[in-house]
């Protein structure tokens, strides 16, 4: 069972930045890959970055792609997404999630651990 916790959320104004962080346990970390989705009220999640075990592969949505970077260090069991260039239409609760054994899909199902989300405000 991997548990994985989200921090880093808060209020900030456009064009600020933020990084969110992912602490991941009880899992084999360094097997795993992860990604980033976010979810507004009613809406269904959407997928924002992903990054293979070894770091070596990343993905991004068109609409985060040269603002935001999902990087990991695996001796920390810790996955991160510095956004920068931050937009009020950003404004989601943030999950990071772990595919085991897998590449960094974008498709939410395939992902078998989520954590609980952290908010992300951007204010105009």
Not at 33 to 41: D, N
Request: charged fraction near 20%; charge should be neutral; proline fraction near 2%.
């Amino acid at each position: 069972q991997v548990e994985l916790v989200e921090s880093g959320g808060g209020l900030v104004q456009a064009g600020g930045s933020l990084r969110l962080s992912c602490a991941a346990s009880g899992g084999a970390f360094s097997n795993t890959a992860m990604g980033w989705f976010r979810q507004a009220p009613g809406k269904e999640r959407e997928f924002i970055a992903a990054i293979s075990w070894s770091g070596g592969r990343t993905h991004y949505a068109d609409s985060v792609k040269g603002r935001f970077t999902i990087s990991r260090d695996n001796a920390k069991n810790t996955v991160y997404l510095q956004m920068n260039s931050l937009k009020p239409e950003d404004t989601f609760v943030y999950y990071c999630a772990a595919d085991p054994w897998g590449w960094g899909t974008q498709e939410a199902d395939k992902y078998d651990y989520w954590g609980q989300g952290t908010q992300v405000t951007v204010s105009s």
